[in-house]
């Protein structure tokens, strides 16, 4: 499954290049990937109250074209894969009416224990949400 | 006692007003507690080790003149009030060199058990760091 | 006019103390200034490019309960008080489904000319947005 | 050249999992860069007087290990290549002590024009500039 994420570019966001501040697209796949775990039916509130933490491993992410303030953004959030100890999503963000993406980014993601931040293996501790997730994998594009 | 807490003006700070977004001055503030906490031989990292945690009540905050990157800045905070419920603190934000304040403001804060969010007593709860903060309150300017 | 804009808490406005930091409240007022503008007909972008700056003043803010990750918010924003130098919004902020607000606060903003950062005339530079702002002024509650 | 920048984690940039929110590590290696241009005898501040701007073209960034509140972290900044048009920095980032870092990361920047976002040439624009980055070129390691 893929899911767009809508939101709009705000002023404390942008730097004195006159443009978002490079770091606030992080938060911004954070946003979609909140909204990709809801359209699965759950929420990561809920799968922390489990004692799941999902912190990230890695992130990589191309900034093509600069965007700013007011701006109408949309963050298309793909799960390219989905074991029982990891996940991997793939962004690609667009400003509003237009085709080509302003950023491209990929992250990876560990299940762990909440309190130890040990690895969890996410298909025996949930296995529902497990299931749901490997049934919305995507190929890359 | 009154702490200077010194720092330089980050870019991820500045807006595309080409100043400091106005709400890293709270950001500010709070690095300057920690400072002043420290300064009286404990650490915020410990109290919450205890069991506490002191949020935020009420923030007031006067904008004088801006400041931008790379700026050098002094946090005077200063502890004005502390009571086994809570504490006051003033700040006076200069940037290098000049006399005049940039900013000024005021916090005030709770004591909170850490599991419960409910008022707690600093002074059953952590007597020695009572008996510091009571010792370093200054009058107000 | 009172304008109520919608938000969703991000994971990154959280804090370890479990709930949402302090000074996201004022990024919240900034965005709900930012769709109170558009309802007027206009936006702050287009204000910024006839050469107005509006930076803040004052903020005074009081946290009355928290919020934390996924709760979703409302931002009520109140225009109280419009001249041809300064404006003054009241803020209160309700978790949904809640009646009592967790914030409340208020803000004072200048207008000042984009380049040398003096005082300006919103009445003289922008007299269509000034009568429009002055017709939307509410009593305070 | 290799610059190491020392900063104190912020209550501010951790996140209700307990610890560093990754966002921050990007603002981490931004404050990074600006220390290792200032060890360079100008100041990036100075290169935009120029008319220069150095946006970022790609972040990637490892987490390793987690830190937190109050924590000592040291940004090791490494610069890799430094052409006419682009640059490329490595970090390392270590607590206090200890001899595993918590992240490594690279980034790579282009050189633009303020007012067009045009690429420039730094070559051309700021040649002292440009001869004291090609001479801080380090191996990666």
Known sequence: MIHNTHLTVRYAETD??????????LVW????????T???GTSYGQIEEKGLLSPLL???TKYLLPCTYE??????????????AQM?????VFKKGEEKP????????????KDTFRPAS??????ELFAALVAAVEPEE
């Open 16 to 25: 004195r290049m006159g443009i978002t501040h490079h770091a606030n697209y």
């Open 29 to 36: 796949y954070e946003q979609a990937r909140t909204e990709f």
């Open 38 to 40: 809801r359209m699965l």
């Open 58 to 60: 890695e992130i990589e």
């Open 71 to 84: 701006d109408e953004i949309t963050v298309e959030c793909r799960l390219v894969k989905a074991t029982a």
């Open 88 to 92: 991997e999503f793939c962004y690609r």
């Open 102 to 113: 302003i950023n491209t980014g990929r992250s990876r993601h560990a299940w762990v224990d």
């Open 122 to 127: 996410l298909k025996k501790r949930a296995p």
